[in-house]
Nanobody, 116 residues
Framework: QVQLVESGGGLVQPGGSLRLSCSAS????????MSWYRQAPGKERELVAA????????NYADSVKGRFTISRDNAKNTVYLQMNSLKPEDTAVYYC?????????WGQGTQVTVSS
């Protein structure tokens, strides 16, 4: 069955870095556009970064431009989110999403907490 499994979240101090991974199975990963979303407590889910199936171009939320980088490895069926210079306002549950035509799949999310 279709699975998206995020990992790499955790507690990090402001200014630190984390790399999230999303491992996909059960569908043809290489033809899907991949993206990362996040949802903070009391807020709506928002797009953080997106990457087409061909590996580019990328799209980033203004709040993370220059700090976050999305990438994918189609050989490993994995999409990554490198997060640098983390801020307390980056605290949220991070989700990966796969999209192709009418098909959307979501992972279960991984918690990122930025706090001293």
């Amino acid at each position: 069955q279709v699975q998206l499994v995020e990992s790499g979240g955790g507690l990090v101090q402001p200014g630190g870095s984390l790399r999230l991974s999303c491992s996909a199975s059960g569908f043809t990963f290489s033809i899907y556009d991949m993206s990362w979303y996040r949802q903070a407590p009391g807020k709506e889910r928002e797009l953080v970064a997106a990457l087409t199936r061909a590996g580019g171009p990328t799209n980033y939320a203004d709040s993370v431009k220059g700090r976050f980088t999305i990438s994918r490895d189609n050989a490993k069926n994995t999409v990554y989110l490198q997060m640098n210079s983390l801020k307390p306002e980056d605290t949220a549950v991070y989700y990966c999403k796969a999209a192709f035509r009418k098909y959307d799949y979501w992972g279960q999310g991984t918690q990122v907490t930025v706090s001293s």
